[in-house]
Structure formats: C-alpha cells, structure tokens
C-alpha cells in the first residue's frame, strides 16, 4: 500500500487514468494480435499456398521499404506539439501535413520506377510474367494503400498529442483483425491473388473514414495553407529528418531483411525467416514496445511541465522490467521454442533450432537498443544518435551483401544484426546518460 500511494504521489497522481486507458488498450493489442497471428500463417499456407503466402510477404514488404527514402513527419509533429504552447499547433501540423502530401507524390513516382525497372530480377517472383495484369494490378494497389495507411498514421498521432494512444490500438487491432479473417478466407474460394489487394484498399478506406471522423471530433488542429511558410517548413523537415534517419535501421531490419532473403534464397526461407520473426521477435518487441509507446507521451509531458524527479523514476523503471523480461524470455525460448514453432507451422519447417535463438537474441538486443532512444526521441534530442545509428546499420548491411554470395548461410544475416543492435545499444545508452545529466542541471 506504501509503494502504491508512493507511486500515485509521484508519478500517477495526475496521470493514471490516461495511463490505464492506453496501458489496457496495448495490452488488449498485444493478445489479440498474437492470437490472430498464431492462426494466420498456418491458415494462410493452407488457403493460398506457400507461393502466394511468400509473394503477398515480399510484395508488402517493397512500399514498407520504399518508405525508408522518404521523410514522414508525423512522429517529430506529434512530439513537438506534446512540448510546444498551444499557439504553436496550428503551424506544426499544417507545414508537416503539407510536407507528408509531397511525400506521397515522390514515393508513387519511386514506387513505379522500382517495380518497372527491378521487380522482375527477383527469384521469388518469377513465376508471374512481367505483363500479367492481375499481378501488375496488385503491385499498384499495395502502393496505394500504403498511402492510404500513412494518411490514417498522421491522422492518429494528432489525436495522440492529447495522451489518447488507445484510440489507435482498438481501431488499428479491429481492423486488422478484420483483414486477417477475410483474406484467409477468401483463399479457400479464391485463386487470383489479385482479390487479396482489393480487400486491402478497401479495409484501409474505411479506416481512414474513421480515423479522419475521430481525429477532428477530439482535436482543434487544423490544416491551414496560410500556416505554411518556408522557414517554418525546413525546421519540421530538418527535424523530421532525424527522427527518418533513426527509424531506417527498423524499416531496414524489418523490408530489407525479406528483400535480402527473397533475393538470394528461395521461398522456403522467406517463410521461415516471416514466420520466426512473427513468432519470436514480434511477440517480444510487440511486448516491450508497450512500455515504450506509453513512455513516449509521458515523457515528453513531464519535460514540458520540468517534472525531473517523474523522468528519472520512469527512465529506471523501464530499464529494470527490461532486463527482468529479456532473461525469462531467452530462457523460455531455449526449453520451448523449437516445440512451440513446429506445432505452429504445423511441422512444414523442422530443424530450425539455432535460427530460433538467433531470432530471439536478435529481440533482445533490439529492445534494449530501443530502451535507450525512448527518452532520446519524445523530447527531440537525437541528433547525433540518428546519424551514428544510421551510418553502422548500413555498415552492418553493406557487409552483409558482400559476404552472403560466397558463404550462403542465413545464420549470417542474424550475426551482423545482432552485432549491429549491441553497437547500437552501447552508444544509445551513454547518450541517454548524457541527456538525463544535462536535464537535471539546467
């Protein structure tokens, strides 16, 4: 009881509802997600097959890479707000919108040369011919509704500058629920892959309608052209910049990874590769990342209010249930985890032991190479890390390229991510060191 009303006193007292409205909608998000995830590659293999499966993986992953390249200015937009006076909002929001719309025409214009110019020398897709329409089609779709989904993001983070996270993580879940359902489904009756595209654009209008209807019910920002001035425009690029930069490694991690694999190995291990990393590092980042959403918001708004003393309890605390979570998890998966995913993939892949423990090692670096930017991006101070983080990734990739066509092993892509994630890490936590001493003496 003691600890209880220490904690309200000191943190909670102001916040807690808002902190258990978005903590129980994070953790409603991770369980039904997981559920639908355990079902769905299996119910997808035996619906549309192990060909279309791989395909409809590497053809979403090429947008998700694509997005890599271009500079999305919602999350600075949405931190900047937190920590900015109200008279300020409208300016934010209309200059980041405006940058998100130019955005959107550069990625269409890479997206259609990439698929033009490259897509056919891929091996996972060389069953299709380059002139199949249906195919062609797809390709198309899945662009746009990539659009569609950025549109729905920063319609979100403006409703998150107010602390109501939750209203993204039961509107996203539904939806992807309903998403997941339907184009199992649809495999048992169908067999163009083309259908699969048409309920993606249409689950993602639909969502936007609502995302669009919300978003100006519970916010007063509006868009307005004569906010957008030149001056104004460059700070939001220049900052959303860093922010662009620091998020490559996990866009890289992530789209790079299936391209890589679907470039060099066949379809096989595409899945495999999908599947391990839905069933491992999904599960536990997905996890860890609920701590660090909700330490997103709280954060920046104890900065903005000098709240010291709540920073410092809430910078321990993560790094404490961190650690405690990355040692039940790694010994959970050492007993467990070759069985548990077997059973799931209904034995089709066997023999995947080591790939396993270098999936979840992989998690466990990664989400402690996270812990330590939180803090760093809700109050914009990552300057230096996005640039330092960036240059190794592609350090780290760039290797990996050069060594895979002469020792054609997966392992080895594992190796350079787990090393790159520990560099990482190092350098992260003693910035975040940095930043906290310089805060508690100014």
């Known amino acids: 009881m003691k600890l209880k009303n220490f904690l309200k006193k000191n943190i909670f007292i102001n916040d807690f509802k808002r ?3 978005n903590l129980l909608s994070f953790v409603s998000d991770f369980f039904l997600r997981t559920i639908v995830q355990i079902f769905y590659y299996p119910l997808m293999l035996l619906s549309w097959g192990v060909e279309t499966t791989a395909t409809l993986i590497f053809v979403s992953s ?34 980041s919108l405006f940058l998100f719309l130019i955005n959107s025409i550069i990625f269409l214009c890479i997206f259609n ?48 500058t107010k602390g109501k996270i939750y209203y993204r993580n039961y509107i996203d879940n539904f939806f992807f629920i ?19 595209g048409f309920i993606f654009i249409a689950i993602s209008l639909t969502k936007a309608i609502l995302v669009f209807y919300i978003k100006n019910k519970i916010s007063n920002i509006r868009f307005n052209t004569k906010y957008i001035e030149l001056k104004k425009f460059k700070i939001i690029f220049n900052e959303s910049l860093r922010y662009h930069l620091l998020n490559l490694k996990g866009s890289i991690d992530n789209n790079g990874l299936n391209l890589i694999i679907g470039f060099f190995f066949n379809a096989e291990m595409l899945i495999v590769t999908s599947t391990l990393n839905v069933a491992f ?34 910078t321990k605390g993560h790094g404490y249930f961190i650690i405690i979570l990355s040692l039940v998890f790694l010994s959970f998966v050492y007993f467990f985890g070759d069985a548990i995913y077997n059973l799931w993939t209904l034995n089709k892949f066997i023999n995947y032991n080591d790939l396993i423990l270098l999936v979840s090692l992989e998690a466990i670096t990664l989400s402690y190479f996270n812990t330590n930017l939180v803090l760093l991006k809700s109050i914009n101070r990552i300057k230096d890390v996005a640039i330092f983080n960036l240059v190794v990734t592609f ?11 002469f020792f054609l092993e997966i392992k080895i892509v594992y190796y350079f991510i787990i090393i790159n994630s520990t560099i990482l890490f190092i350098y992260n936590m003693n910035r975040k060191n940095l930043i906290l001493k310089n805060i508690r003496f100014n």
């Open 395 to 405: 350090l780290s990739y760039a290797c990996m390229v050069i060594l895979l066509p």
């Open 281 to 314: 590092k999904l599960f536990y980042t997905r996890f860890t990342s609920i701590v660090e959403e909700i330490l997103t918001y709280e954060y920046a708004n104890n900065f903005f209010n000098k709240n010291i003393t709540k920073i410092d309890l809430l």
């Open 19 to 21: 902190i258990k409205k």
């Open 62 to 95: 090429i947008p998700l890479l694509i997005n890599i390249i271009i500079v999305d200015p919602s999350l600075y937009a949405r931190q900047k707000i937190i920590i900015t006076k109200i008279n300020e909002h409208d300016y934010i929001y209309s200059n």
């Open 178 to 196: 309903c998403q997941s359902i339907i184009v199992v489904i649809s495999g048992f009756y169908l067999t163009n892959i083309i259908y699969i």
């Open 113 to 160: 040369l990439f698929n033009y110019y490259f897509l056919e020398n891929f091996e996972i897709i060389k069953s299709y011919s380059k002139f199949d329409k249906s195919f062609i089609l797809l390709i198309l779709i899945v662009g746009l509704t990539n659009i569609i989904d950025n549109i729905n993001n920063f319609s979100f983070t403006m409703i998150e």
